[in-house]
Structures are given as C-alpha cells and as structure tokens.
C-alpha cells in the first residue's frame, strides 16, 4: 500500500470545499481571484496558480527578504536557479532604522506613525516577487521579535515609545526567558486567552493597526499565503483571531486568501499537543505549515513523522508547506549538518508536500551550493514527471536498508526514487510492463549525469524494461534520483 493513501471518494467533497474557501464561492470567468495561488482542484494536496499546478521550492539568505539591500539581486539569483517561493517574516528586529514605525528624533518611537522606509521596502519586495513568479509566505508575528535582545530595542516596549508606559498595558521592559516559555502578554491581547486583561486592548488596537497596514499592500496581490506565527507555543486563539481578521479584510476588498498557524511542536508528530489542532479545522488552517518537523528529526525517523502528519492533514485534503527546512550549524536543539538539509529537502518533496524551502542561514542551507543544487536537480525531475502526479509508494521497494532509498509513483507511468547517499534496491515492476526510460540526476550538481558514458560513474543503462522486480543501483555515492518515464 501507499505510504500516503490516495483521496477517498468521500473526501473529494470536503477537498471542493477547502478550495472553494480560497475562491470565496465567484466562477473562474467573473473573478480574478480566479489567477491568486490556491489549492490545486484536481489535486488539492497542492498549489495552482493562474489556473494551472505549481510547486513551490526555495531557499533564501535570510527570512525578513523584505529589508534586504540587495533584494533585486538576491530574487535574480533565487530565480536563476529554478526557486519560486520565499518566507518573508514581518521582522521586528532590525536596527532602529527599519522599524515599522516612525522614530523621533529623541530615540523614541510613535506607534501612530508608520516608518515609510519600512513599508516602502516591503511594497517593492510585493512587486518584485510578483514579476518573478516568486511566491511569498508571510509570517505576520515571530515570537523571538519580543523577547531577550530583540525586546529590549522594541517599538513596542513601553520604553521605547511615546505612546503607553508599562503601567498602562502591563508591558514589561524585559522579557529574558526564550519565547517558547510563552510569557510575554503581547500575545495574549485576545479576550480569553490566559494572560489577557483590560489594559491589552490598548496593544490590540496598535496591532491590528500594523496587521491593516501590511494588508493595505499585499492584498492587491494573488501570489501571496498567510501564516500568523512563527513556531507559535502560544494557544490557537491568538492566531485564530489573526486569521480572521485578514480573511475579513479580504473579503471587504473583494479578494481571497489562504490562511494557516505554525506550531512548534510539529516535529514530535503523533505526540504533538498543539499541531493536531489544524488536521479537522479547514475554515482556519486552509493549508497546513509543518515546517518544525524539519528540526530535531533525522533519516528514516523524519520521514515517518513526516508521513504521519500529511496523512492527518489529508483526511481533510489540503497543501502542506515547509518554509524552513533545518539543516546547518549542527545547533543541540537538532538542525544536523548542510547534507541533513538537503535530505530533508528531497523527502518532503517525494512524501506529497506542496512546498520545501531551505531556513537561511547558519540554522539551514539557505541559497548556498547545496540548496542550489537540489534545487536545480528538482525542478529537473519535474520536467519529467510532475509531483502531484505521484505518491509515496515505498512499498514497491525491495532489499531496502533504512533511510537508503524514497520512492514516490504514478505506477505504471512513472517512478521518482531517490538515494540520499548511494544504494541498491528492488523497484516492483511487475504490473508495469513496457519500456521507461531512465534520467539518473546528481542532486549536489543540479545535472542530468550520462552514465552510460565512462567517467568514474557505475555504468547504467538509459533503458529498462518493466514486468519484474528490477535492480536499481546508484551510479556512485552521493545523492541521487532516478526518473523513470514510460515511453
């Protein structure tokens, strides 16, 4: 059986729903909300944009892309290499320069000005990233933003502006402890939530002032996801609230939005206490950002986990995406090394994600060579054989030692198999007779590799025929996919 099972009859239903969410119920031929990213309707385990399927893949120097110097380039460069999806966090921890809101010539801030820097560069990012095809998923809070160092340079901590003291809001000047401790109140400003009281409502108003702002730009453009948090521990509330008030601002213009929450706790799978929240809530979490099972997870354990949370999330079918992919820095809470990176990479792609993109730096690959050839190297495979045609399908697998080889098929059409570092398997062919031509492509080099020629590499065959279980070995060490197509 598939490691992924293939969409019940019943639930294509509950899959015309979810997309129907995002289109806000007006025919394709009255709306041009029509062209704005969505899930794709014959396969909504993945992204469509202007009418047709797409997936996202990316790598970036860093995650705030919108206050880079250099940001043209840099979207030349992730352009140039086959990428076409960035995170883009709504950063407060830049210098007091490239704060959102204004700052007075006494070093204080005034939260009812905006910094037009700012939000100038954000409008151009908008733009820039539009004319490229470069989809952007914004992240509208990041926790770390208001605590330890970051706080203490805040706009919106009571010492740092002219606008409330901390006696009034209940605001403390410092936050010491890591955020996921979950004690600073500026995430409690929901009624409700634990640490809420009366005097929030005063920060509420300030941030639903920043969150408009934001929208006044993005709004106006159809390659735009929403994710309210970064690794949030903080209750669903406090995203649910968010989501809601950007799918009214939405509505109000007349445009549609995809809307989700990152939990922290992702990587745990099924002992996860917070992400299973999003597996039955479809009005909500219109995709799914799972972003932290790429942490902390390694080789064969990373994909089960991986497998478990898309089958949760696929009972109500919708795109899964991973806007940062851990892998650098070899940091005690489990980010590995670069090739960790780089595995992790292929396995989201092969086990039926919608999106992968590699964390910057020194956490993840970010654009360095290895992203860029694993980059390359998939948008290869998807020239041949296009991922929301196919489905995890280990099970045709033989002679398969842990974490040696993937495999995701449209079996009897085509098979992508994937060898992190070298290997040989058995590829059940049985039910597939006919001839399939073979592309064996280097993922450190983003290249097709001919090795029917000599140069150092395993002699292979460009042909094979189906109808029995057939050997496919590696050309060398190294990572390596195989395609497979039927002629």
């Known amino acids: 059986m598939s490691d992924v099972p293939r969409i019940p009859n019943r639930w294509w239903f509950v899959a015309a729903l979810v997309v129907a969410a995002c289109s806000a119920g007006l025919s394709p031929a009255a709306d041009g909300n029509a062209d704005r990213i969505r899930p794709y309707e014959k396969n909504p385990r993945y992204w469509q944009y202007q009418g047709k399927p797409v997936m996202l893949l990316g790598g970036s120097k860093t995650d705030h892309i919108f206050l880079l110097d250099d940001l043209e380039a840099h979207l030349d460069e992730i352009h140039a290499v086959g990428a076409n999806y960035v ?10 320069e490239l704060k ?3 700052l007075l010539p006494d070093g204080t801030f005034d939260l009812d000005q905006w910094n037009e820097e700012y939000w100038q560069r954000f409008a151009n990012m908008l733009e820039w990233t539009a004319e490229r095809k470069i989809f952007v998923q914004i992240e509208v809070w990041d926790r770390f933003d208001f ?5 203490e340079i805040s706009p919106w901590n009571p010492r740092n502006n002219v606008n409330y003291t901390s006696a009034e809001t209940g605001l403390a000047l410092k936050y ?17 939530m634990p640490r809420y009281t009366r005097k929030l409502d005063r920060i509420r108003r300030y941030q639903e002032a920043f969150v408009a702002k934001m929208l006044s730009y993005s709004l106006d453009y159809g ?4 994710c309210m948090n970064n690794e949030t521990s903080t209750p669903a509330r406090w995203g649910q609230y968010w989501i809601r008030f950007i799918k009214d601002k939405a509505k109000a213009k007349g445009v549609t939005v995809c809307t989700t929450d990152m939990f922290d706790d992702a990587f745990e799978g099924d002992k996860a206490k917070h992400t299973p929240i999003i597996f039955r809530d479809t009005e909500h979490y219109m995709f799914a950002d799972i972003s ?14 991986l497998q478990w949370l898309l089958q949760k999330v696929n009972a109500h079918p919708r795109p899964c995406n991973h806007t940062k992919i851990y892998g650098s820095g070899y940091y005690s809470f489990g980010t590995g090394g670069p090739e960790d990176g780089v595995e992790r990479f292929w396995r989201n792609i092969l086990g039926g994600s919608a999106s992968s993109r590699f964390h910057r730096p020194d956490a993840g690959n970010g654009l360095n060579d290895l992203a860029k050839g694993a980059i390359k190297a998939a948008r290869l495979l998807e020239e041949r054989i296009k991922f929301w045609d ?6 045709l697998l033989s002679q398969r030692e842990s974490n040696e080889a993937y495999l995701a098929a449209q079996p009897g059409a085509s098979y992508a198999l994937y060898f992190p570092n070298g290997g040989s398997v058995g590829l059940d062919l049985t039910d597939a007779p006919g001839v399939f031509t073979i592309t064996w492509i280097s993922v450190a080099m983003g290249i097709p590799v001919d090795t029917s020629q000599t140069g150092g590499y395993r002699r292979m065959p460009r042909t094979l025929k189906g109808g029995s279980v057939v050997t496919l070995t590696a050309p060398y060490k190294g990572g390596w996919v195989a395609a497979l197509v039927k002629r």
């Open 147 to 151: 605590s330890t160092t970051h706080w």
């Open 100 to 102: 959102p809101h204004k």
């Open 292 to 305: 932290q099972v790429n942490s902390r997870n390694f080789n064969q354990t990373h994909w089960d986990r």
């Open 223 to 226: 390659h735009v996801l929403y």
């Open 87 to 96: 995170r883009n966090t709504m950063s407060q921890r830049e210098g007091k």
């Open 390 to 395: 196919i489905t995890p399908r280990l099970d």
């Open 176 to 192: 010491p402890k890591h955020p996921s401790r979950d004690l600073q109140p500026f995430f409690h400003s929901i009624e409700g």
